[in-house]
């Protein structure tokens, strides 16, 4: 009987290594690398993991990878084993003569935990971003209609979680947003279904040629496409913000790269995804919206990046249901009472019927990116003009004013990472909302100074691979107030940001 259980052990292992293999031959091939929010670790986790048995040798970058988990307990001493259980599955299975008092190997340290895992092909990550703001604009009052004043609060930025799933030539994202900056509202991020044929290009350059639809990036510029996971500022200059609202839109995309070039051509709703746009698309025309570019690698130091960006499309003037004739009552003494002379009355009105706009916007964009022993530097920025494109900070409507509204603005940023564990950044910022607005002041005609400049000094600490602390100061220089005597003056609007990110 128990030579029939020692022979049954080595059949079995063999039956359980066939059975794992075949398994591994099965699993389908992970998502394409060029996601914008799923990080991909830099190098590659070992196939295997040493023998608890044998202490590996102690190196520097062994170090400060242990620095990051729980201390381990000493490795016991190695238990004496035939050589051939390190070479054959099958004689590994064999009994080995162990003395009864001897100590039990400590089970393997598992490895750290990476931005993203796999479960039935489904490649899913995710990350929370909370943090505390205070702003000079802070009150402790009510605007008209109800909402509060007051800034200086503690908030849910982001709390995303990402499904990615792969094949040959499609693939399939999906993911979701909660945060509690208006409130507690959990939406789709992205949804976005892609057919694309690679090529010849390397894993670690986009397809040759990708086809994807539905709520999706909005190629234009740099920032826009930079993911909210990996952007070490807290949020994108304003300029960029006042263009594209939200990041993500509904449409379909062409895009891909041939060796260092770059190519992306979309045609999309062109309306906010939140609550200050439609809830659908509201006119019939769409947004052209592409970038071309381009990004080289002349050494394994320096990686430099620039294109162009183009959007064309029609905005919506909403225009004015039918009204009825009406009477009303004006108190003009103020006594309570109604008097003759204090009723007048008001004629109805013809329904006015919606119009579109023209609206148009450029960008340049460049970045180089140099690592050194000090650690890695990144240098980037844009500039763009545009016409009635603005829809987040002053929104464009030249069929209620009568003109055009041009825009520009544009920044400059640069970050260095000192060592993995630190960095520090600056950013300065401009964006003129109206270049032709004039008002009238003290009988005269003037020039109406809306330019917002932005001055943002960034520190942070990181633990890699898993959290971030981040803490951001913002200058504004604006002439959105008004002094005693009525001339524009700076805003007290500077805004002071503390943020924790970790990764799920």
Known sequence: MFRLRFVSLPL??????????????????PAPADDE????????????????????????????????REAAPA????????????????????????PENAPTPPPPLAAPATPADTFLGVRFSGYVQAQYQRSGLSEDQLQQGGAPLNHNQFLVRRARLRFDR??????????????????????????????????????????????????MDIPFGYELNQSARVRWFMERSTGSLALFPTEPDLGAKLSGAISYFRYAIAFMNGEPLDESGFAR????????????????????????????????????????????????????????????????????????????????AIGLD????????????????????????????APSNPVTTGTDA?????????????????????????????????????????????????????????????????CQYDFVRDYLARDEVGVPTDADNDQLTLRLQVEL
């Open 406 to 470: 041009r825009q520009a603005g544009g920044y400059v940023a640069l970050t260095h990472e000192l060592t993995r564990y630190g960095m520090f950044g600056f950013r300065a910022a401009v964006y003129d909302p109206n270049s032709d607005l004039i008002e009238t002041r003290g009988g005269k005609t003037l020039p109406k100074l809306q330019t917002v400049k932005t001055f943002s000094p960034l520190v942070g600490l990181v633990l890699p691979g898993r959290a971030r602390l981040l």
């Open 166 to 215: 792969a094949w040959d030539f499609a693939s399939a994202s999906v993911e979701l947003d909660a945060n509690t900056v208006r409130g507690p509202r959990v939406g789709i991020r992205r949804a976005e279904a892609a057919l694309f044929y690679r090529g010849n290009n390397a894993p670690e350059l986009p397809p040759l040629i990708s086809l994807s639809a539905g709520v």
């Open 75 to 98: 490795p016991a001493p190695p238990v004496a084993s035939r050589p051939a259980a390190t070479t054959s599955p099958v004689a590994a299975a064999d009994p080995v003569s162990v």
């Open 281 to 360: 698309d509201p006119n019939n025309n769409k947004d052209a919206i592409a970038r071309f570019g381009a990004e080289a690698a002349p050494s394994k130091h320096v990686v430099v990046s620039g294109g162009t960006s183009f959007a064309y499309g029609k905005g919506f003037h909403p225009g004015q249901s039918a009204t009825k004739s009406a009477v009303i009552w004006v108190d003009s003494n103020e006594d309570g009472a109604q008097q003759p002379g204090e009723f007048f009355g008001v004629p109805g009105s013809a329904a006015v019927a919606s119009e579109n706009f023209e609206r148009w």
């Open 37 to 68: 929010d799923l990080e991909v670790p830099a190098s590659a986790t070992p196939a295997t993991t040493p023998s608890p048995t044998v202490p590996a040798p102690t190196t520097s970058a062994s170090s400060a990878a242990s620095s990051e």
């Open 366 to 393: 460049f970045g180089a990116s140099l690592a050194t022993k000090l650690g890695r530097t990144h240098l980037y920025g844009e500039a763009f003009v545009g016409s009635n494109y603005d829809r987040g900070f």
């Open 12 to 29: 079995v292992a063999l039956a359980a290594s066939l059975w794992s293999a075949s398994a591994r031959a099965q699993t389908p091939p």
